[in-house]
């Protein structure tokens, strides 16, 4: 819908869409008809939509959520909003959690105003959810192993991965282990795509051939 101010001739736009303007043009004096030319405004409705990196995160990762304009031109004004709470001195079109808790769960959303073609108006997206989610504990009862030197050990089952270590990032390829000594595996919970950032220690002990028969006569002896 657009109005025409008599007086000045200025054109106000109020709904997006195609219209269509006519002007005539008329001699001085207005001896002479006009003549009259269209001309054709396109006004489109401005928009913004939230995207995030990830809408499902594990504490301690990073949220990033970016608001995508269209439609509205350059100098905008952006907030933004977690529910209905303003997130203080945040007004870039890129909103930034690091270490992200689940208290940082929610529904996310950014609200534009100004700029060349928002003017006055305010446009709100649509509301994101972010999930964060809590890391599981440390997996528990786990025992131990005693094999002989030569012999496979079997890790136990667990939800998340082993490790050679404590600190090593890659999993170990398989459960069935083959140690030449005593040795320690760390394993890993894992839920909701979320590993425990704790590892509990299962240790594999390796008993040489000598300790074996050894142990067969003290057996016997006892008997």
């Known amino acids: 819908m657009a109005t025409i101010n008599s007086s000045t001739g200025d054109i106000t736009i109020k709904t997006a869409g195609t219209t269509t303007i006519k002007a005539t043009t008329t001699e001085a004096g207005g001896f002479c008809g006009g003549v009259e030319k269209p001309a054709t405004l396109t006004v489109k409705s401005p928009s913004v939509k939230v995207t995030a ?6 504490e301690g990762e990073t949220l990033t959520l970016t608001a995508n304009l269209t439609n509205c031109g350059t100098g905008n004004s952006i ?3 977690k529910g209905d709470d303003l997130i203080e001195d945040e007004t870039s079109a ?3 959690i690091s270490s992200v808790t689940t208290d940082n769960s929610g529904n996310y959303k950014a609200v534009v105003s100004g700029g060349i ?6 446009v709100a ?8 989610n809590a890391l599981p504990g ?3 009862n786990l025992g131990s192993a ?12 667990v939800t998340g991965s082993w490790y050679a270590d404590a600190n090593t990032i890659t999993p170990l390829a398989s459960r069935v282990v083959r140690p030449t000594e005593t040795t320690s595996y760390f394993a890993t919970s894992k839920s909701n795509n979320c590993e425990s ?3 509990t220690e299962y240790v594999v002990t390796v008993k040489s051939l000598a300790d074996a028969n050894n142990y067969e006569l003290t057996k016997t002896s006892e008997i």
């Open 53 to 58: 990196n990830d809408n499902s995160l594990c």
């Open 125 to 132: 997206s649509t509301p994101i959810t972010i999930t964060v």
């Open 197 to 199: 950032s704790l590892r």
């Open 117 to 122: 073609l928002c003017q006055s108006q305010s």
């Open 146 to 157: 005693t094999i002989c030197n030569g012999e496979t050990a079997t890790l136990p089952e």
């Open 138 to 140: 440390a997996p528990t």
């Open 79 to 81: 907030k933004w909003y």
């Open 94 to 96: 890129t909103l930034t």
